[in-house]
């Protein structure tokens, strides 16, 4: 099978990295096929804020945590309510991605990059994760200390994250994909 396909078959969310950081012709490779995605009008609306810092990665959860907490939404208050739930799984590398907020097509042409950082992590052996629950941290008050922190430019929101590291352990079978949700006009 092609390589690219079988990268993308067999890519699983990783929730369980090796404390070991990723090294730097890994993130390299990973953050340039991220700015190669495509994007309406080839507009490029994005901004990527890598961070291998384990205390602003614990910062960050904690504030998530403490947010979920008094979250309206019940799936997302768990995991303010589980003491041992960190909202990158302790990856030593994660990225944020930030969209143009005068782009409409931000949030989908960030989400094109995400895919292909997780794409191309996979071929490099990293694990990943898209973590789309940080948002409630950027979008608080507290977020704005952290965007500052992070020297987010201005103009930008924070619309994913990705949280990157070796794997723990090996892919599991990818579940079963649901069906019927193809069909062919010719």
């Keep these: 099978m092609n390589e690219t396909l079988e990268n993308i078959r067999s890519r699983r969310s990783v929730r369980n990295f090796q404390l070991e950081q990723i090294n730097d012709f890994e993130i390299q490779s990973i953050i340039e096929a991220s700015i190669f995605a495509p994007s309406a009008t080839n507009l490029q609306p994005w901004h990527f804020t890598v961070i291998q810092n384990k205390v602003i990665l ?16 019940e799936y997302v208050k768990k995991f303010g309510n589980n003491e041992n739930f960190h909202v990158f799984y302790h990856a030593p590398t994660v990225v944020i991605v930030s969209g143009d907020e005068n782009s409409k097509s931000a949030p989908v042409d960030c989400a094109a990059a995400v895919e292909n950082i997780l794409i191309s992590a996979e071929s490099l052996d990293v694990g990943s994760c898209w973590v789309g629950l940080i948002a409630l941290v950027f979008n608080s008050e507290e977020g704005a200390a952290f965007i500052k922190e992070l020297e987010i ?8 994250a990705v949280a990157l590291g070796y794997k723990k352990n090996m892919s599991t079978i990818a579940p079963a994909r649901k069906e019927n949700t193809v069909n062919y006009v010719r």
Excluded: M, V, W
């Excluded at 614990?58 to 979250?71: G, H, V």
């Excluded at 430019?153 to 994913?160: L, S, T």
């Design 58 to 73: 614990d910062r960050l959860s904690d504030t998530f945590k403490k947010l979920a907490k008094d979250s309206d939404n």
């Design 153 to 160: 430019p201005k103009g930008f929101k924070q619309i994913h």
